[in-house]
């Protein structure tokens, strides 16, 4: 009702219309929220995690649906083709749909499987969007040898780019393990050291959560944090501070165990990606 009554409003061209439309729509959005919020809250985990993974899930249904139309405009109408395909690079660059926040931790594995594939995905589109402009140029018969190359070239560097992007998220799994492991050991030989090795083992430990600090900050696919996908949202990333030092604070407490336990997550969704060659 509500979808049907905004687009009432928007092919409206009685202004009066339109608002009434708009505020009624508006309020029963609002009622819809009010009525679904307790349903939603009532539902187990796995409900939780499916649900508000749908909107991910909706980003990539579209961009598939994109490319198909795309491919139908091939091959006599390759600019509206080359167009489509760089919007969906352009709309990927600019910030895309967001990586739920939620379950972070379970989330993990599959993040650093699903970033790296759209990156490279949203590359290919804006890769072969550039070569159906570039092949539609209005060039000159001789110069078809220097665009081909160009073409070539263009493609060959995509494949360059592709592979870096992978290795790079395999490289980061490797370093979050590699510290989530020295933090998980520090805090151990903390709890367990004699009390005359507590101030020793205190700034190791404070210096371990720095390292990992610095590299949970770092993006999955791109080494720009304006744009890219995060490692654990910030907040969780916060949360996992605090916790490490009270942990750090108070040897052996509750903190302790419950560090840890984060740690070990961390560690359990980066293993499969673990290449100390890449």
């Not at 708009?22 to 409900?47: C, H, I, M, N, Q």
């Not at 598939?64 to 600019?79: E, H, K, N």
């Amino acid at each position: 009702m509500a979808v049907a009554l905004a687009v009432a409003a928007l092919s409206s061209a009685s202004l009066a219309l339109f608002r009434g439309s708009a505020l009624f729509s508006a309020l029963l959005l609002l009622g819809s929220y009010w009525v679904v919020k307790p349903w939603f809250v009532d539902r187990s985990e796995t409900w939780h995690r499916v649900i508000t993974f749908v909107p991910m899930a909706g980003y990539v249904v579209a961009l598939g649906l994109v490319v198909v139309a795309a491919a139908s405009f091939l091959p006599d109408q390759p600019a509206e083709a080359g167009l489509a395909l760089v919007m969906i690079w352009c709309f990927h660059v600019g910030g895309g749909v967001r990586e739920p926040t939620s379950f972070a931790y379970e989330r993990l594995r599959g993040r650093l499987t699903w970033a790296a594939a759209l990156q490279v995905s949203a590359m290919c589109c804006g890769t072969v969007g550039a070569v159906c402009w570039i092949r539609e140029l209005p060039i000159p018969g001789r110069y078809a040898p220097g665009v081909f190359t160009t073409c070539l070239s263009v493609v060959i560097g995509l494949v360059v780019a592709s592979l870096k992007v992978f290795a790079r998220v395999r490289k980061l799994a490797t370093e979050v393990d590699a510290r989530a492991q020295k933090m998980e050991r520090c805090l151990d030989r903390l709890s367990r050291g004699p009390m005359a090795d507590r101030r020793q083992l205190r700034d190791a430990a404070e210096d371990a959560w720095d390292e990992l600090n610095r590299t949970l900050r770092n993006r999955v696919e791109t080494g720009f944090h304006l744009c890219g996908t995060f490692i654990i949202p910030s907040e969780t990333r916060r949360s996992l501070e605090a916790l490490v030092m009270k942990a750090i604070s108070n040897p052996g407490a509750p903190p302790h165990r419950d560090a840890v336990a984060q740690l070990n997550m961390l560690r359990t969704a980066c293993s499969a990606k673990i290449d100390t060659v890449a």
